[in-house]
């Protein structure tokens, strides 16, 4: 099971900060990659951030790259995601999702989803 938690207010203005944690619990958190993913409305679901297995390589979308952060704590079975200068196209679900050995940005790699948490960001 994955749980998606957004730490601080979901509706923040541009240029705000927002930090997302996702807690899984149910298989071996450190021997998987963990990732995000947004799904805007009316698109596609379209890769966010990855971490591999040991926090030792982190994986960004264009997009984010340079505002947006991940992170995990395998003692505490979290990954994180800081969000920075968040802008209006951010506005979407974010879902955190947990893949057996890699960390990859196809959504469909991935063997468990959190709920999913909604972020909006107004201009």
């Known amino acids: 099971e994955v749980s998606c938690r957004r730490l601080g207010g979901g509706s923040v203005q541009a240029g705000d900060s927002l930090r997302l944690s996702c807690a899984a619990s149910?298989?071996?958190?450190?021997?998987?990659?963990m990732g995000w993913f947004r799904q805007a409305t009316g698109k596609e679901r379209e890769f966010v951030a990855a971490v591999t297995w040991s926090g030792g390589s982190t994986y960004y979308s264009d997009s984010v790259k340079g505002r947006f952060t991940i992170s995990r704590d395998n003692a505490k079975n979290t990954v994180y995601l800081q969000m920075n200068s968040l802008k209006p196209e951010d506005t979407a679900a974010y879902y955190c999702a947990a893949q057996k050995g890699l960390a990859t940005s196809s959504w469909l790699d991935y063997d468990y989803w959190g709920q999913g948490t909604l972020v909006t960001v107004s201009s």
């Open positions: 149910g298989f071996t958190f450190s021997g998987y990659g």
